[in-house]
């Protein structure tokens, strides 16, 4: 079976899009660390579909690789000079392939860290963008500091260190600048957190400080980093996805991408060493992502983890499912109306009112067949950043948050490892025994979970939250996730049909219009 490389690219234009520019003619003006599928059917696309129409072809991308986990990413990359499969799938069936071509360079840094630093000091790099994860920032979810003590991080700060962390790359690269007098390159967090941006800006500024206080200044000082906000469900690639690909293609992918229709990036206009021209493919530019980015976070994301734990301890296994039953979805409109919309401030541009169906129409589309489990995983990084900035404005506002506080019980009911069924439930957190410890002791005392300051603050000690939470948790070890959610939403949605294990539904289709057009938002 011949692979997916520059020799058999021509080949397959009848079944799919390729690049129509001429890859070895481009330049790089990115180097972006951590490239994963999120990046590949978001940043990756944008830069692709720019080149396509002979724009920014200084602007392709050199992916990074910095944790030995990505090596498998590297050697995919490699073998296929770069190129991959963008699998769009719509909510009809039908399907959108497109080779992307924009990544034409890929840097192990285990293998040679100098390369990488020595590519991202190059004049011609513009940008360095992150897609690290939000640990991979290195900061304390509730109090944002920077945390010191991590091995790595030390490692990294002694003299002549062998670079194994994204901040040694980047800071050396930026060091290495400055003693050449060149500019600064802009640093671009593309992560999904709040203030992605900032984020960045206190952890690459700690650690340079760190390493010399001067530097740590002048990062302050010179370096911009402008935040952003990104939207695209990215499931992760399955062997049936792989061979789906095969088929449609006739050559082999070893790692395409699949995504939903719908895509969105909204990114501050702060770009001192230049930019590509985004905004021609789509892209919002703007002088502040704050509105768009609570709009996303708390409206998708902090969704997501309304419908996860209360999906997962019912027996559903695709979001897709959970959605289409009517107890969720209705759930999911109220806990947006009622709990997340009164957090909001107006979002230039954007129809709250649409974006809240478009986003019930996204979940329940089953092409893409995202999982419940995805969700459901690293939530001690996630619960702190899309539900409890809701419950904590609810409160400064007097408002409603016992949906929120229902979810978070939610949490703590999964944490205990077992569902409604009796079936036995993995806990994937970097804190996981902390929390499955925690959650043993629910019996004992239904506080124990919340208790945990290090993710909570101080919510526990709020009657206000704490009295809902606790009403929940007990619905939900003592009558289990259905009848829970039937008590939020009442007769309107039917409760008595549902099966012991759910299969799938019958509910919306996400039609081919409600994508996100190439020129204008969502």
Known sequence: MAPLNA???????????????DRRRVRTGIVHVGVGGFHRAHQAMYADRLMDAGRALDWSICGVGVLPADRRMQQALTAQDGLYTLLVKY????????????????????????AVVEKMADADTRIVSLTITERGYNTDPVTGVFDVSTPDVRADLRPDAVLRTTFGLVIEALARRRSRGLAPFTVLSCDNLQGNGDVARRAFAAFAT?????LGAWVEREVSFPNSMVDRITPITTPADVALVHERLGVVDAWPVVCEPFVQWVVEDRFPAGRPPWEDAGVQLVADVTPYEAMKLRLLNGSHQALAYFAHLAGYRFVHEACRDPLWSRFLQDYMDREVGPTLQAVP???????KRTLLQRFSSAAVADTVARLCAQT?????????????????????????????????RFAEGLDDHGGSITLVDRHAERLRANASRLGEDPLAFIAE????????DDERFVAPYRRALTSLRERGARATLADFVGPRAGTGDAPARPAPGHGMALPKAIACSPTAPS
Not at 210 to 214: Q, S
């Open 7 to 21: 020799g058999t690219l021509r080949s397959l234009a009848a079944a799919a899009a390729i690049p129509s520019y």
């Open 91 to 114: 909510p009809d069936g039908s399907l959108e392939p497109r080779v992307i071509g924009s990544i034409v360079e890929y840097l192990l840094a285990p293998d040679d860290p100098e």
């Open 210 to 214: 760190l390493r010399d206080p001067a």
């Open 349 to 355: 541009g954007v129809d709250l009112e649409d974006y």
């Open 380 to 412: 001690s990084a996630l619960i702190p950043k899309y539900v409890l900035p809701v419950i904590h404005a609810g409160l400064a506002q007097g408002g409603e948050v016992h949906r929120a506080a229902a979810v978070v019980a939610s949490w703590a």
């Open 453 to 460: 300051r290090s993710i909570f603050g101080d919510l526990v």
